[in-house]
Nanobody, 124 residues
Framework: QVQLVESGGGLVQAGGSLRLSCAAS????????MGWFRQAPGKEREFVAA????????YYADSVKGRFTISGDNAKNTVYLQMNSLKSEDTAVYYC?????????????????WGQGTQVTVSS
């Protein structure tokens, strides 16, 4: 089993920045691609960003491209999501996810493990 714990969420004004972290623990954490998803009230969970195990491939939703950056530190078993130029529509619970394979993916069903989520609220 893999446990994922997100942190770094909070309340920020529009135009501000936040950095989310996701720490993984449990079984040997090797060759896991990671992703970030979010779910706003009344909406379905949606893809935000993903990174391959090696870090050489990243994917972003069009809505966050150019504003968000995903990165990882395999030595620390941690993945980050740097969020800049935040907008009110970025308000959501953000979830970290891990999949048992090195290649990044953007579909929810392709991920095996999920964190509990961290709330991000952007005030306008």
């Amino acid at each position: 089993q893999v446990q994922l714990v997100e942190s770094g969420g909070g309340l920020v004004q529009a135009g501000g920045s936040l950095r989310l972290s996701c720490a993984a623990s449990g079984r040997t954490f090797n060759n896991y691609a990671m992703g970030w998803f979010r779910q706003a009230p009344g909406k379905e969970r949606e893809f935000v960003a993903a990174i391959s195990w090696s870090g050489d491939s990243t994917y972003y939703a069009d809505s966050v491209k150019g504003r968000f950056t995903i990165s990882g530190d395999n030595a620390k078993n941690t993945v980050y999501l740097q969020m800049n130029s935040l907008k009110s529509e970025d308000t959501a619970v953000y979830y970290c996810a891990a999949r048992g394979g090195p290649r990044a993916r953007i579909k929810i069903h392709e991920y095996d493990y999920w964190g509990q989520g961290t709330q991000v609220t952007v005030s306008s």
